[in-house]
């Protein structure tokens, strides 16, 4: 039985990957801070799916016990999905660094010290599938959200440098842009409705650019439009935007 | 976020904030920083039960904790759906104890309202199964209850309409079943009368309900399909389902995908329909092994078949009188059929014996039918309500989006110590929704 370990699985998204891919039969490695919340999950994907579900114990910002981490994984997973993801407070961030560190080192940082990681393993064993969640909000910084888009510029720049020299070693990196998402995260949010994905949607993309091995997926295909007007605009425009 | 919400009746409509949780600090924390908040689950309680100014959503608190398939107990968080349940419990040969006539409500929604199914002169309602549950009251704490354990706050959460906390985890007693089909029997009965005498002639049945066309008048006023059935045994299938027997045939869903403009529906139509329903059984009685879906849950077929009614929504009708007042549905039933308001959906059913403090089942008829909403159709309501309470009966909580608060306290015997009970564990009326405002189990301060 093939394996995925999701990398920040409380998150609702996470739930939605989780399930979805218990139910082809994938064991799953839930990684996260605190894996006393994900008791239930566990129970839940064993008893739904029949399939075996593991707790680790895995914290995004303490780079330096990501190796461990991986190295104690009772098994080297198959598929390796990055889900966890820090919005912050934009104009918080502006002032206390604190906040922008936080932002920066959950989204960037500390995406790039586990992945690199699992890369090594991967391009050693020549095989492996690696997802990125990565955002929207990374493909043209805009006043409201820039510290978090920063980080996510960088995570996407990462990801696609990683499946450039990956592909050689025959290991598939994908970049995954959900763009808006109902989620604990957004639930503060005014969305809008026919933009915004539910993460049972994010989940079904995934494992379909997984069995296709896409490199770069919208959850909602008019997104990579949206996002190449919002690109398109001339920059003398865009500073004047208030977006 | 600030949304518009509406239940299965798309009537009332309200602006409201709505918050989900994953973790029991997270409703804590909802519960500290919101007063005047009632939980949620799928919507599909018809009225106003589960609307409130705040909104705590439990779908996201949705996982299952434990599955004991040798001895038939399961144990879950609130907000999982009937559907997913069943999922998990029929291939291994359980079934859900007592269900009602859609599987997408959650759990949480199926305590609070305290469900009855076609079962119910059998085997009870909801709350006869369950071996304990936990409950967050008012002060964000977590209190685990049963029959035997803080037995005030159980009777009181079961049929209680949210009003006594959060219920967050529930855990009961399935049913075992050696197939996924039910065989049924179909028995046409000419009025009211003679349906009444089948389902006396065949209460020995597990499952029994009938369809009533509500429109007919003279000597077919009341008639109606009766419905009964059993969980069939394998040698009751063919070749094919034998093959597989706890599992069925995949099948697609039709949706409505908007609503309907209120022409659609008229006594016109609703009268073809009655007539096709009614028509499309040509033999006096049919018998036949069916999946246990259409037999269940008939209307989940047709995905949002609500917006059948339009945009003004519509409430649904359902009232219980004691078995000795035949001639009070009679009544009711004929004013309803006067009117010639009422609907396709027409469900009468014989409740069994039930004890309880707030739960609506009480041994006697129930019928069950929705009226789009459109002028006049309130103060119509009202006067049913008046027979109704004449009658000895009372008026389903998870129906009703409308009833005058004299009607609520004078039918339901065990009103006042109910809002005793919710007092005390819902200090400070932290939990509260629309229907209990109007009602008035958490009275609005002057």
Redesign the interface.
């Known amino acids: 039985m093939s394996s995925i370990l999701i990398l920040g699985a409380s998150s609702d998204m996470a739930v939605a990957i989780a399930r979805k891919f218990a139910k082809e039969k994938y064991n799953i490695l839930l990684a996260a801070r605190n894996t006393a919340a994900l008791e239930a999950l566990q129970q839940d994907l064993q008893i739904r799916f029949g399939v075996n579900a593991t707790l680790h114990a895995f914290d995004a910002e303490r780079f330096d016990s990501h190796a461990a981490f991986y190295r104690s994984l009772p098994l080297q997973p198959d598929i390796t999905i990055s889900v966890f993801g820090y919005l912050g407070e934009q104009e918080k961030a502006q002032q206390d660094w604190q906040e922008a560190a936080r932002i920066i080192h959950t989204n960037y940082t500390g995406a790039v010290a586990i992945l690199n990681v699992v890369a090594e393993d991967y391009a050693s064993r020549k095989k492996g599938i690696i997802v990125g969640i990565s955002s929207v909000a990374g493909e043209r910084g805009r006043q409201s959200n820039y510290i978090y888009g920063s980080a996510k510029a960088g995570f996407t720049a990462y990801l696609s440098g990683l499946r450039n020299r990956l592909f050689h070693t025959g290991v598939h990196v994908m970049s995954v842009q959900p763009g808006f998402v109902y989620t604990r995260m957004t639930e503060h949010l005014q969305l809008p409705a026919l933009l915004t994905a539910q993460p049972e949607a994010v989940a079904g993309a995934i494992w379909k650019g997984v069995q296709k091995k896409k490199n770069t997926i919208y959850v909602k295909w008019f997104w990579r439009y949206i996002m190449l007007i919002i690109k398109t605009i001339p920059e003398f425009i865009f500073k004047k935007l208030k977006l | 976020?600030?949304k518009r919400l509406s239940n299965w009746g798309n009537y009332p409509v309200i602006s409201c904030e709505?918050?989900?949780f994953?973790?029991e600090d997270q409703l804590q924390d909802i519960i500290h920083r919101q007063p005047g908040t009632i939980a949620r689950g799928n919507g599909r309680c018809y009225g106003d039960a589960s609307l409130g100014i705040h909104s705590i959503s439990t779908l996201?608190y949705?996982?299952?904790?434990?599955?004991d398939d040798e001895n038939g107990v399961f144990e879950c968080?609130s907000g999982i759906t009937l559907d997913?349940i069943l999922?998990?419990i029929v291939p291994k040969g359980w079934f859900l104890p007592v269900t009602p006539g859609t599987k997408y409500i959650t759990i949480g929604g199926a305590v609070a309202s305290d469900v009855h199914g076609k079962n119910h002169h059998v085997e009870g309602s909801f709350s006869n199964h369950i071996i304990d549950m936990d409950v967050v009251n008012g002060e964000g704490q977590t209190l685990t209850c049963s029959p035997s354990r803080d037995a005030d706050l159980f009777w009181a959460t079961c049929g209680g309409m949210g009003l006594t906390g959060v219920i967050t985890r529930v855990m009961f007693r399935l049913k075992a079943i050696d197939t996924a089909y039910i065989k049924q029997k179909q028995i046409k009965a000419r009025n009211l009368d003679e349906v009444i005498r089948l389902f006396e002639e065949y209460k020995d049945y597990t499952y029994s309900m009938a369809w009533i066309d509500c429109l007919k008048k003279g000597d077919a006023f009341g008639r109606s399909i009766l419905i009964v059935g059993e969980h069939a045994t394998p040698e009751e299938l063919n070749a094919r389902q034998r093959q597989s027997p706890l599992s069925l045939p995949a099948k697609k869903k039709l949706s409505i995908p908007f609503n309907f403009p209120s022409f659609v529906l008229n006594t016109f139509s609703v009268k073809a329909f009655n007539w096709l329903y009614y028509n499309k059984n040509i033999r006096q009685e049919i018998n036949n092994v069916v999946p246990y879906e259409p037999f269940f849950y008939p209307l989940d077929a047709i995905l949002h078949w609500n917006r059948g009614y339009g945009k003004a929504g519509f409430v649904q009708y359902q009232f219980v009188l004691p078995l000795e007042q035949k001639e009070g549905l009679a009544t009711i039933l004929r004013r309803i059929s006067d009117k010639g308001w009422g609907s396709f959906l027409a469900v009468l059913k014989v409740f069994g014996r039930q004890e309880s403090l707030i739960s609506f089942p009480m041994e006697g008829y129930t019928l069950a039918l929705d009226f789009p909403v459109r002028k006049g159709l309130f103060p119509f309501l009202d006067e049913l309500d008046e027979l109704v309470l004449q009658f000895g009966g009372r008026i389903y909580l998870s129906k009703d989006a409308r009833m005058k608060r004299e009607i609520f306290w004078q039918s339901y015997p065990g009103a006042t110590r109910f809002a005793e009970i919710v007092r005390h564990y819902n200090a400070g009326q932290r939990f509260r929704s629309l229907q209990s405002d109007r009602l008035q189990i958490t009275p609005v301060a002057e």
């Not at chain 2, 949705?62 to 599955?67: E, P, S, V, Y």
């Open positions: 976020m600030e709505e918050q989900a994953t973790q996201k949705d996982k299952i904790l434990a599955f968080q997913q999922d998990v």
